[in-house]
């Protein structure tokens, strides 16, 4: 028993002569590497203070122009995608700030535009470039991108695409306003395909979770439409 004390005790020793000399061979590298540690902190902060902030705040000036345009009485999704002398485009905004929040914005609105104008291909591929955001005005906008992404599909004829984009703004803003007018578009959309059994279980969930929604009612009448 003894023996096996003395043997633990040693081996015990070993190991912290081992750390001891790894740290006395050592030390100097994970001084350095500490330090590099730090330095890569610093110019982290200094990228985001200095750069990214920076950047940040010009593409937000930059966007409201064609915001602007967008959201006149009158708009002229044009003159909001390309800009002109007097103010930029959303296009613009995407090229030159497109990582920035701003510039992620500007590629829904682009697609928003394009689909306005007629143009499905370019208006998917935009609408498709936005990366969701977080909270909960973002999350309105997360909804509002795959709504659309849907209403594409359903202008080039794919269903079954079209109901996914639907589902996923329903997640992505389960809400008494927005997330009805999806599920009923998913039912439409099934129907379309001739999944009647598909659109009612849409229909039904809206009566049964958004009673009291705008949808409720056209959702009654879908669902008899369909159970005939």
């Given at each position: 028993?003894?023996?096996?004390?003395?043997?633990?005790?040693?081996?015990?020793?070993?190991?912290?002569?081992?750390?001891?000399?790894?740290?006395?061979?050592?030390g100097r590298k994970i001084g350095?590497?500490?330090?590099?540690?730090?330095?890569?902190?610093?110019?982290?902060?200094?990228?985001?203070?200095?750069?990214?902030?920076?950047?940040?705040?010009?593409?937000?000036?930059?966007?409201?122009?064609?915001?602007?345009?967008?959201?006149?009485?009158?708009?002229?999704?044009?003159?909001?995608?390309?800009?002109?002398?007097?103010?930029?485009?959303?296009?613009?905004?995407?090229?030159?700030?497109?990582?920035?929040?701003?510039?992620?914005?500007?590629?829904?609105?682009?697609?928003?535009?394009?689909?306005?104008?007629?143009?499905?291909?370019?208006?998917?591929?935009?609408?498709?470039?936005?990366?969701?955001?977080?909270?909960v005005p973002g999350a309105l906008?997360?909804?509002?991108?795959?709504?659309?992404?849907?209403?594409?599909?359903?202008?080039?004829?794919?269903?079954?695409?079209?109901?996914?984009?639907?589902e996923k703004a329903v997640a992505?803003?389960?809400?008494?306003?927005?997330?009805?007018?999806?599920?009923?578009?998913?039912?439409?959309?099934?129907?379309?395909?001739?999944?009647?059994?598909?659109?009612?279980?849409?229909?039904?969930?809206?009566?049964?979770?958004?009673?009291?929604?705008?949808?409720?009612?056209?959702?009654?009448?879908?669902?008899?439409?369909?159970?005939?």
């Amino acid at each position: 028993m003894a023996k096996e004390q003395v043997a633990g005790q040693e081996s015990l020793g070993e190991a912290m002569n081992k750390t001891e000399f790894f740290f006395e061979e050592n030390g100097r590298k994970i001084g350095y590497i500490f330090l590099a540690l730090l330095i890569l902190a610093a110019l982290i902060f200094g990228y985001r203070s200095l750069i990214v902030q920076p950047r940040a705040e010009k593409a937000a000036e930059m966007i409201a122009e064609a915001q602007y345009r967008f959201e006149a009485t009158t708009p002229d999704f044009e003159l909001a995608l390309v800009g002109d002398e007097n103010g930029a485009g959303f296009l613009d905004v995407i090229e030159k700030y497109g990582s920035t929040p701003s510039g992620n914005l500007a590629k829904h609105y682009a697609g928003i535009c394009y689909l306005r104008q007629g143009d499905l291909e370019n208006a998917a591929k935009y609408l498709a470039m936005y990366s969701t955001v977080k909270g909960v005005p973002g999350a309105l906008v997360n909804a509002q991108n795959y709504g659309l992404q849907g209403d594409v599909a359903v202008e080039q004829g794919n269903y079954a695409a079209a109901v996914k984009f639907y589902e996923k703004a329903v997640a992505a803003a389960d809400n008494n306003l927005t997330a009805p007018q999806y599920l009923r578009k998913a039912g439409l959309a099934e129907q379309a395909q001739g999944n009647a059994e598909r659109a009612a279980e849409f229909y039904q969930r809206i009566l049964t979770s958004y009673p009291a929604s705008m949808d409720a009612r056209e959702a009654e009448k879908l669902l008899g439409s369909v159970q005939k």
